[in-house]
Nanobody
Framework: VQLQASGGGLVQAGGSLRLSCAASGRTFNSYDMGWFRQAPGKEREFVAG????????YYKDSAKGRFTISRDNAKNTVYLQMSSLKHEDTAVYYC???????????????WGKGTQVTVSS
């Protein structure tokens, strides 16, 4: 599975962005998908995940109520809608795929290249 993330950019605090991740490969709909992020000088951390059929979603506590992950298996694409963005959300965001719940980097089988999200305060 190859993953390509897009949609990052510069946004003011309180604003919104939608990230997209397009996947190649015929087995996309057999993977849990998720988003991680990494800020400068910090470890990569889990943000949100979604089960292979979209029936289950899970989030980092600070993302609950502000971020929404979704997927369209017909388009081999997963999305992360981010709203009420804060300066501390600034990071490189990475799309990820794994066979099971991918709430940790160790559970990820495939990584996409990151997309930068910068939130100005």
């Amino acid at each position: 599975v190859q993953l390509q993330a897009s949609g990052g950019g510069l946004v003011q605090a309180g604003g919104s962005l939608r990230l997209s991740c397009a996947a190649s490969g015929r087995t996309f709909n057999s993977y849990d998908m998720g988003w991680f992020r990494q800020a400068p000088g910090k470890e990569r951390e889990f943000v949100a995940g979604i089960s292979w059929n979209g029936g289950s979603t899970y989030y980092k506590d600070s993302a609950k109520g502000r971020f929404t992950i979704s997927r369209d298996n017909a388009k081999n694409t997963v999305y992360l809608q981010m709203s009420s963005l804060k300066h501390e959300d600034t990071a490189v965001y990475y799309c990820a795929a794994g066979r099971w719940q991918i709430a940790t980097p160790q559970a990820v089988d495939y990584w996409g290249k990151g997309t930068q999200v910068t939130v100005s305060s």
